[in-house]
């Protein structure tokens, strides 16, 4: 089932305790539609970028076939830019810089030929944004959206309209919590519900994820791994991960939920073992399903 994917493209300047990158290719809509693509087609990314964009970045999106017909590349502008540094605790991190360049400017156009998606990830991005492009589609199946801080604190109201037409909303638990300026994760999600989306998956780095909709609660842990040398785009992989699935399989009900979210769990922890979108180049459908099985075994257990 088709699936149109709206975030950012940019070039990531990384710091972790293990290494750096500089101008990696990164960005929620490149995250989302690479983990996206291991199920299903097409995936459609709508996006922005400038004259400085590598033609291998383009290459490589190509041979996840990513479609990229809408993919706008404005000559003589600047890709967009986000810059963060990790501390020991992976769960932290500083935002250094976040330059919006052709961002600024982004007037998304969606052909009349992909306005039925069935399938739409609103990735993070301007409210405004993820709103305009929603406004030109026809009555996709499911929309499941993303933010963060940034955009909380700088454009709150237009986030609470976008919410409104969102079915799922992934958020971070910092980020849920100055959303609904409630501590408590569950009353918070719940908050979020009554906001609009029927259901809200909460990411707790490396504790994991909670799915809460008005009457069930579903908590996944994160894969346990011993090396992790780069958090970005832990997140967008997930949500790549679980609406590739929901696409792939066409099925929304509550266990098939579930396991969408074990599958973005099983991509985030792709993701996160290298820089960049590096760890998430070279799998394959199987090898994500093995990961998937097991994540099964983690918490099985028997009664006596
Ligand atoms: P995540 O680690 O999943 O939260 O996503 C990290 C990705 O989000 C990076 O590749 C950044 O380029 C991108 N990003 C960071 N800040 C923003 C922002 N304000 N708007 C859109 N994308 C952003």
Redesign the pocket.
Known sequence: MSLLIV??V?L?TVETPFGRVQDAL???A??ISVCASYFTAPVRLVGVVGGDFAKEHISFLESRHVDLDVLQTVEGGKT?R?GGKYHYDLNVRD?LF?SLNVFEKFDPKIPEAYRVSGYVCLG???PTLQLQVLGQLNKPRLVVGDT?N??IETKPNELFKTMKHMDVLIINDSEARLLTQEPNLIKAAKQIIGMGPQAVIIKKGEHGAMLVTSDTIFSAPAFPLENIFD???????FAGGFIGWLARTEDLSPDNLKRAVIYGSTLASFCVEKFSVDGLRDLSYLKIHDRFRSFMELSRFDEK
């Open positions: 975030g950012s940019a990531d990164g960005g929620s490149v995250y967009f986000w935002t976040t993070n991005i301007d963060m940034y955009w958090p970005t785009g832990a997140g967008d992989s």
